[in-house]
Each structure stands twice: as structure tokens, then as C-alpha cells.
């Protein structure tokens, strides 16, 4: 484990940074906070380092005093836009900025449609609710014709770019930026999606790894990926229970019973809710994300659980956005995520998640989100894979149900920490002005919190 007498003899021997000599930085379009940017080109398909380039654009907010470095930020999506992100929040890194740079990117292939400023994939991405379970194989395979379709009207306006936007490129684009800022090693914060492409970095460039902070985010590490399933399927559940706790204490103390009698009827008919009806899947994707917002939320969740038990699922639908549990065009998922070979295996997949999680299912599992994956006209290129040894401790951080998922990340590296906020909520450091402490002088100084850590 790191301590301070170590981490200070190490900085003593590191050699100095060299200066960003590789990036021509200048004022970044529409800028107001004074962020510089740059231009970054680099391979497409790095198996092919002399082929076609692809621009990223990063972004720099100097340190405000003497820098010690610069620390590389992402906020996930996939395709968050790191400029525009940063640009909207710039006081969230003055602590961070009194000793490091913050340097940020617009990650490959997310362009103009996502708000990035560098090289976009030609695509049109879409939201569409979730494919329901086929019942037979006939609905297997039209499922499956669906899922390809919508990629194809993706892949055909640039299929080399399209097959290469998993998270490893992305971890393979981070290098290439830590080896033009002149940094030793890397530091990275990692929110969301974007703890993916951390630990994707981690198992690629081990050595490279000075600090990786990852918050709110899961495992793209598992050495067993069923058994990871298992884990978010039971993530799900726990969201619930509280919900029903609570209603234990208060006015909707058959709040269980009551759901399970829906879902049961929701099985065999759809629950209308004004011009839509809701199955049992729908209901439990809509309810869970209601639980997880915690207890201002749950009064609401008690009485839209009562009413569609009468035949109403209005309350249901959400204000904005799609009326059914959705996802986006999966260009990047579908290469990082493992999918169903056939039927078979997706129905024993489904009746363990099921058994594991009786009130919320599939719901909130990668399980669900991959089924837009079958069919995909690309195979999965970046399987989750085992964290190395010999990496230096990490840092995680999450609210309910995404420290238990990021500590299994860490629970690869010896001597690592995961700061807990025990509440609703995803990610950490935006919000929790403790967890940011925590995270500002792991990057900065590469010293832990003590374990069990909570803010």
C-alpha cells in the first residue's frame, strides 16, 4: 500500500515531465474560462499505426499554481463530450488545478452529434426500447435481422471506423495523449462508462499507471463474467429492498406483495398506461430507475405500484424521453459487452437473473442492454478481461450499489480503496465535496484514504 514516505521518495526519483512540446494548444472554440485546446492525431486502427488518422481534440485547464503534472479526465456516455463538460463545470476542478493540469478529450468517433469537436463516426444514433425476450427461435432471428439493420444504417457510412470504437481503443487513444502531454505515467479519472477505459488502460499499459480514480462505474475486468452478472442483477434487487424497507415503515406496508401480484398479471397482459402498456420487464426497468433515486422518490414509486396493480400504469411513463426502458445505437457497447450466442443461452442467462432478483430481473443488467447486440454485424473485439498484477493501488468511488461494483474492480489490486457514499446517485466527485477531497490528493500526491472511507 502506498504511504506518504514512499510516494514522496518516488516523486523525488521520477524524471520531470517534459514539456507539452508535442500538442500546438491555442484558445478553444466559443472559450470563456480560459481553456486551451489541441489537436491530436492519431491511428484508427492502431493494429495499423502507419494507416488512416483520426483527430482528438483534448482540452487543458492549466493548474492554477506550479504544476506537478496533468491528470487526464473522461465523464463516460460513451461520447461525453470532455470539452464541453469541462468548460460547463470549471470550479468543480479548482482544487485539483492548484498543483496538476486538467486535461481533457473528446473522445474518438462521438463528433458533432454528441457535441465533440474531434473526428465523428458518420452516424446516426437513435434511442430504441430495449428488444422484449424472443419466446422462439423465428422471433430470435427477427430480433436478431432488427439489431443488424439499425447497425448496418451505422457501419456502411465508415465500416473501419465503426469496428473500432470499443473501449480499448479508446485506452489505446489515452496513451498516445499521455505520451504527447510528455507525462511518465498516466493519471486518470474515470466517471461512469468511462471506468471502462481506465481499467481497459490498466490491463494494456500496466507500467504506465501512476493513479486511476474510478467512480460510478462497474467491472469491465470480471475473471468470471456470469458471476458479474449475477452481482448487478443483485445490485438491482438491493435498490428495491430499500424501497420496501422503507414502506415497511410507512403507509405502504404490502408495497412487495403488491408488485409481485403486478408483475405476475403484467406477464400475461400488459398493464396500460394512456397509449402504452408496460410488461413485467418494462415495469421493473421503470421502477428500478425510481428506486435508485432514494427516498424523496419512493412515495411516488409506492402509488404508481398501487395504481397499476388496479389496472393503471400511467405513473410509469417518464416526463421526457423514451416511455420505455431504452438504450442507444451500441457502436461501443456492443464491441466491449458479451451477448447471447442463441436462445438457449439467453433463457438460462434470464431464469438465474430472475431467480437471483425476483422484484427487478434483467433490469439494470448488461444482460438486458446486450440483446440490441445480437445480430451485430461486428463480433466483440474487447471482451471484460482480469486487471494485471503489478499495478499500483486505485482509487473508487460510488453511492449505492456502485461502490460494491467498482470494489470489485479494486479487489484485483492489492492495497486499493474505494470511498462509499451510502445514498442515491451516480458518480461522486461532481457532486460530494468529500469524495473530491479524497480523489484531488490520490491524483495529486498518489495517497490513499484510509480503508472504509465513507463520505
Request: hydrophobic letters at 35%.
Amino acid at each position: 500500500m502506498f504511504t506518504t514516505t514512499t510516494v514522496a521518495l518516488a516523486l523525488l526519483l521520477s524524471p520531470t515531465p517534459t514539456a507539452y512540446s508535442a500538442l500546438d494548444w491555442a484558445q478553444c472554440p466559443g472559450d470563456k474560462i480560459g481553456m486551451e485546446c489541441a489537436d491530436l492525431q492519431v491511428p484508427l486502427d492502431w493494429d495499423k499505426p502507419d494507416g488512416r488518422r483520426i483527430t482528438l481534440k483534448l482540452g487543458r485547464l492549466k493548474a492554477t499554481g506550479t504544476p506537478e503534472g496533468s491528470v487526464l479526465v473522461a465523464y463516460g456516455g460513451p461520447g461525453g463530450p470532455g470539452i464541453a463538460i469541462t468548460q460547463g463545470i470549471p470550479d468543480t476542478w479548482a482544487g485539483l488545478r492548484k498543483r496538476m493540469n486538467v486535461v481533457t478529450w473528446d473522445t474518438r468517433g462521438y463528433g458533432k452529434q454528441f457535441g465533440g469537436l474531434g473526428t465523428g463516426l458518420p452516424c446516426t444514433w437513435t434511442r430504441l426500447p430495449m428488444p422484449a425476450f424472443p419466446r422462439d427461435d423465428a422471433e430470435w432471428g427477427r430480433m436478431s435481422d432488427a439489431n443488424r439493420g439499425y447497425a448496418e444504417a451505422c457501419r456502411q457510412n465508415d465500416p473501419d471506423f465503426f469496428a473500432h470504437m470499443s473501449s480499448a481503443d479508446q485506452a489505446r487513444d489515452m496513451e498516445a495523449i499521455r505520451k504527447a502531454l510528455g507525462e511518465q505515467k498516466l493519471n486518470f479519472y474515470g466517471a461512469s462508462y468511462a471506468g471502462f477505459y481506465g481499467q481497459d488502460y490498466a490491463r494494456l499499459f500496466p507500467d504506465k499507471v501512476r493513479t486511476i480514480a474510478l467512480d460510478g462505474t462497474w467491472s469491465h475486468s470480471a475473471p468470471d463474467w456470469n458471476a458479474e452478472l449475477d452481482e448487478l442483477a443483485g445490485a438491482g434487487q438491493k435498490a428495491m429492498d430499500r424501497f420496501f424497507t422503507w414502506c415497511a415503515a410507512h403507509d405502504c406496508r404490502d408495497a412487495r406483495h403488491t408488485w409481485r401480484t403486478l408483475l405476475a398479471k403484467a406477464d400475461r397482459n400488459p398493464v396500460r398506461a394512456k397509449d402504452v402498456a408496460y410488461n413485467a420487464r418494462d415495469l421493473q426497468g421503470l421502477a428500478l430507475g425510481i428506486a435508485r433515486q432514494g427516498p424523496g422518490a419512493w412515495p411516488a414509486l409506492a402509488k404508481a405500484i398501487s395504481a397499476a396493480d388496479r389496472g393503471d400504469a400511467s405513473a410509469f411513463v417518464p416526463e421526457h424521453g423514451m416511455r420505455y426502458p431504452d438504450q442507444s445505437t451500441g457502436v461501443t457497447e456492443c464491441l466491449d459487452w458479451p451477448r447471447p450466442a442463441d436462445r438457449a443461452e439467453l433463457e438460462t442467462l434470464v431464469k438465474r437473473l430472475r431467480r437471483i432478483a425476483p422484484d427487478t430481473g434483467t433490469a439494470g443488467t448488461i444482460a438486458e442492454a446486450t440483446l440490441g447486440c445480437v445480430g451485430w454485424p461486428v463480433p466483440v473485439t474487447n471482451p471484460p478481461k482480469p486487471l494485471p498484477k503489478g499495478l499500483p493501488p486505485l482509487l473508487g468511488a460510488g453511492n449505492w450499489g456502485e461502490s460494491d461494483a467498482v470494489e470489485r474492480v479494486l479487489s484485483q489490486v492489492p492495497g486499493s480503496v474505494t470511498v462509499r457514499h451510502e445514498g442515491p446517485g451516480h458518480t461522486l466527485y461532481l457532486s460530494n465535496t468529500c469524495a473530491r477531497a479524497h480523489i484531488d490528493r490520490y491524483l495529486t500526491e498518489a495517497v490513499l484514504p484510509p480503508r472504509g472511507t465513507a463520505c
